[in-house]
């Protein structure tokens, strides 16, 4: 008989951990001092502290628990954000606890291979998991009272998805059900308890009307008493279309109707943190010389200054100066009027730019002054934005994140002129799942995204 649940993952993530972390102390050794460490009892403590350190934080945001459904970006994400910290900490007990003149490269060499292993690693292992799954083992018995849309869209998308490890054991409801459904049919919602009371199930599935409310509450008392667990899916969030949370506040139930992360300092901090190192760099290595050429070219092609400086929407719906090279003829309509194919305004050097994106560079200074991240929503000319906040549902959701240089819709092609409103149906509906699934992660795959664009792929959109 195949378990049910395997309690050693947790154990097997640590100490492959601890290895890679050793491993990754003697390569950088091996690297920075030839195999020859200046301080063997320093270094040596240096591997036992930072083992437990790593472990620790791990245990804290909850790493080696291995989730029922497994998004791959958002634990990567949560991973880096993991060493990210641990970076820190380790840095901060080294300078502040001791004297010693630890090595800044041998630092910066651990950290970096220590990382990349420990990233390949959690994509190995997080694959493996889906495969142990597969062939039956760490399942959940789970038990679905009731039926409606979101019963089985659960059972379609995940309860028959072996890669999540469920075993649907019994589907209670007084509705008619579908023929592929027979099989896990196992009564009325009066036989609930009987079932229970002969077979074992992890968690118990919930999704009924308010006038079941008895039921609902035998069900959690049972529950309680017999150790297993209970999920409520709200009856209304069939109606409801968007994600929601519930806090408490003096007891009483709280909804909040969308998730932000960027509401997080901690968050906020990061992002910040990204775009100011990013912004700085690309100042000093590319901007140092390319801007001055840009300019040039400008002034010699067409009459004007080098800079086109326009009042845009940003954060919370506050106006803000917004900055670009100047791609077209100065003309009265550039603060009114949409760029068009084959618009007449723009110049020729300037239809290069717009092309590859090349006139949006200098939205890095506004990144440095705060009024704009590196990604986020596009920021939009404020004759639109009053147009499309009445033409547009939830237009002005957008503006809860600040402004970016490139952003999710970007990336899936939602840019450029918005010919019809559904245009721009579909690009605010990009922006706003950007807004409420932001990770440090999915920032740096849509910064990556973006610059391998500019470079190889020929956008239609972009004129």
């Known amino acids: 008989m195949k378990k049910n649940k395997s309690k050693f993952i947790p154990l097997i993530f640590s100490i492959v951990d601890v290895l890679l972390f050793v491993i990754a102390f003697f390569v950088a050794n091996y690297w920075v001092f030839q195999g020859q460490i200046p301080s063997l009892i320093f270094y040596n403590s240096f591997i036992v502290v930072g083992c437990f350190l790593w472990v620790g934080l791990n245990l804290k945001f909850d790493i080696y628990e291995a989730p029922r459904i497994i998004y791959m970006h ?126 074992h199930v992890h968690e118990i599935i ?62 906020r901090f990061i992002k910040r943190a990204f775009d100011v190192t990013f912004s700085s760099i690309v100042v000093l290595l590319v901007f140092s010389w390319l801007f001055p050429v840009i300019a040039i070219i400008i002034k010699l092609t067409s009459k ?67 009024n704009m991240s590196l990604v986020g929503p596009r920021p939009h000319m404020l004759k639109h934005t009053e147009e499309y906040r009445v033409l547009v549902d939830k237009f002005m959701v957008r503006h809860f994140a600040k402004p970016g240089v490139t952003g999710w819709a970007q990336i899936n092609g939602y840019r450029g002129e918005t010919k019809q409103v559904k245009d721009m149906e579909n690009r605010a509906n990009a922006d706003i799942w950007y807004v409420e699934n932001w990770s440090f992660f999915l920032d740096v795959k849509i910064v990556v995204i973006t610059a391998w664009s500019m470079f190889f792929k020929k956008d239609e959109n972009a004129f």
């Open 74 to 199: 958002k634990l990567l994400g949560k991973n880096l954000y993991t060493l990210v910290t641990f970076g820190f900490l380790c840095g901060g007990l080294i300078f502040f606890i001791t004297d010693y003149k630890f090595s800044r490269v041998f630092f910066l060499y651990l950290l970096l291979i220590f990382s990349v292993l420990v990233l390949c690693w959690r994509l190995v292992s997080y694959t493996l998991v889906k495969v142990y799954r597969r062939k039956g083992y760490n399942y959940s018995k789970i038990v679905l009272v009731g039926m409606n849309e979101n019963i089985l869209k659960l059972i379609d998308n995940v309860y028959f998805n072996a890669n999540y490890g469920f075993k649907i054991s019994g589907l209670f409801t007084d509705a008619n059900i579908t023929d592929d459904l027979q099989a896990h049919f196992k009564g009325k919602l009066s036989q609930i308890f009987d079932f229970l009371e002969k077979n």
């Open 304 to 370: 004007g200054p080098v800079f086109f400086v326009q009042k845009r929407t940003g954060q919370d719906g506050n106006a803000f100066d917004c900055f670009k090279f100047r791609s077209m003829t100065v003309n009265k309509e550039s603060d009114s009027v949409q760029a068009t194919k084959n618009d007449s305004r723009v110049t020729k050097f300037g239809a290069f730019m717009r092309k590859t994106s090349i006139d949006e560079l200098p939205q890095i200074f506004n990144v440095l002054l705060n």
């Open 206 to 267: 919930i999704s009924l009307p308010y006038h079941q409310s008895k039921l609902i509450n035998d069900l959690f008392r049972y529950a309680d008493n017999h150790m297993i667990r209970v999920r409520v899916i709200p009856e209304f969030s069939e109606y409801l279309s968007q994600r929601f949370s519930i806090n408490y506040i003096q007891q009483i139930p709280i909804m909040k109707l969308r998730s932000e992360p960027l509401k997080s300092f901690t968050n």
